[in-house]
């Protein structure tokens, strides 16, 4: 069964930058293109990007562009999504999430990560 | 960008009771393709969101047939024919008609009477 694992909770300052993991299991990774979602406290679900990783290519929502990076590595089936330039907006749970690559499922996640707390705090 | 808009935010139902949520797009989700590209999820206290709904109106592998969505174009709407307990969370819309890019609804929390 295809599973999402991602990286612990992390508590920042503001002004610094986070790099959370997701490494995928039970799948072939290189069918998959993986998406970043997040939610801060009591709100509600936001998509930042994603990544295919057997092209390397990312896009991102435009008003994350420029300071989130999603990157992922082949060999050992994860990805991340690093975020520059932290302030308290950013305290949420952010997501990973799988969408195929091909037909009409690539419209859409079906397997999402636990997901991971970032806290950005003085 | 295209907005997704959810009615109500929030309803309290009674157990075996139906429960109906509204989401509209501020652009036609239907392709070229032929396909309606709306989708909804449902965020269960602590968990990860779920997928229920593909294209408007099927359901993912392992929802219950008492969930059910229709609609067309820009209006959509998900539909629960009996609430059971197992029911309570936050429903989303999604629209993916322009690919890479998602849009979610601002949720519709359902709670048991």
């Known amino acids: 069964q295809v599973q999402l694992v991602q990286s612990g909770a992390e508590v920042k300052k503001p002004g610094s930058s986070v790099k959370v993991s997701c490494k995928a299991s039970g799948g072939t990774f290189s069918s998959y293109a993986i998406s970043w979602v997040r939610q801060a406290p009591g709100q509600g679900l936001e998509w930042m990007g994603r990544i295919i990783p057997i092209l390397g290519i990312a896009n991102y929502a435009q008003k994350f562009q420029g300071r989130v990076t999603i990157t992922a590595d082949k060999s050992t089936s994860t990805a991340y999504m690093e975020l520059s330039s932290l302030r308290s907006e950013d305290t949420a749970v952010y997501y990973c999430a799988r969408a195929s690559l091909y037909d009409s499922s690539a419209y859409y996640m079906d397997v999402w990560g636990k997901g991971t707390t970032v806290t950005v705090s003085s | 960008d295209i907005v997704m808009t959810q009615t109500p935010l929030s309803l309290s139902v009674t157990p075996g009771q139906p429960a109906s949520i509204s989401c509209k797009s501020s652009?036609?989700?239907?392709?070229?393709?032929?396909?309606?590209?709306l989708y909804w999820y449902l965020q269960k206290p602590g968990q990860s969101p779920q997928l229920l709904i593909y294209?408007?109106?099927n359901r993912f592998s392992g929802v219950p047939d008492r969930f059910s969505g229709s609609g067309s174009g820009t209006d959509f709407t998900l539909k629960i024919s009996r609430v059971e307990a197992e029911d309570v969370g936050v429903y989303y819309c999604m629209q993916s008609i322009q690919l890479p890019l998602y849009t979610f609804g601002q949720g519709t929390k359902l709670e048991i009477k």
């Open positions: 652009q036609s989700l239907l392709h070229s393709d032929g396909k309606t590209y």
């Open positions: 294209e408007v109106s």
